[in-house]
């Protein structure tokens, strides 16, 4: 009997054997979806992150086309969701203007020494200062007296 090439290999096989073998191939074949299919919501949330209410969003703006399958469930191919998500560029907000908080203050207090000097301010004394703080103090304990007697 003659040697087979190294290349080939003999394979015997009962026909029982050979039934599994076709069994979990087709098995496998048909557990692989293909790119493209037919998601529901909850698909299309657990793929994509994305929402019923977004895909409704989006189907009434023109951006995403959903049909409507068996018991009204909403259904979208995967190919229409990643089109979707794909045309929709992120745009970086620019920096209008980038200050510090030193540069801040400054224009803060340069603008607060030209209302002085305009006149629509006045400085204040520390006396000064604690003396308003106690009138308003007391004006607000008079305001709740009132509102309590009042109500």
């Known amino acids: 009997m003659p040697t087979p090439p190294d290349d080939t290999m003999i394979v015997t096989l009962r026909v029982s054997e050979l039934r599994e073998v076709v069994r979990a191939a087709v098995a496998e074949a048909l557990a692989v979806k293909s790119w493209d299919d037919l998601l ?3 698909q299309t949330a657990e793929r ?3 929402g019923r209410r977004a895909l409704q969003a989006a189907a009434r703006r023109g ?9 009204r469930r909403f259904l979208v191919r995967a190919s229409e969701v990643e089109r979707w998500l794909t045309q929709r560029k992120y745009n970086a907000p620019v920096a209008t203007n980038p200050t510090s908080d030193m540069e801040t ?4 207090l340069d603008a607060i020494e030209r209302a002085i000097a305009a006149g629509r301010l006045r400085r204040m004394s520390p006396q000064e200062i604690e003396e308003s703080k106690a009138r308003r103090k007391l004006e607000a304990a008079e305001r709740k007296r009132r509102k309590s007697r009042c109500g």
């Open 105 to 108: 203050r400054a224009e803060t």
């Open 48 to 50: 994509y992150g994305i």
């Open 40 to 42: 529901d919501v909850k």
């Open 63 to 71: 951006e995403v086309e959903l049909s409507q399958g068996p018991r």
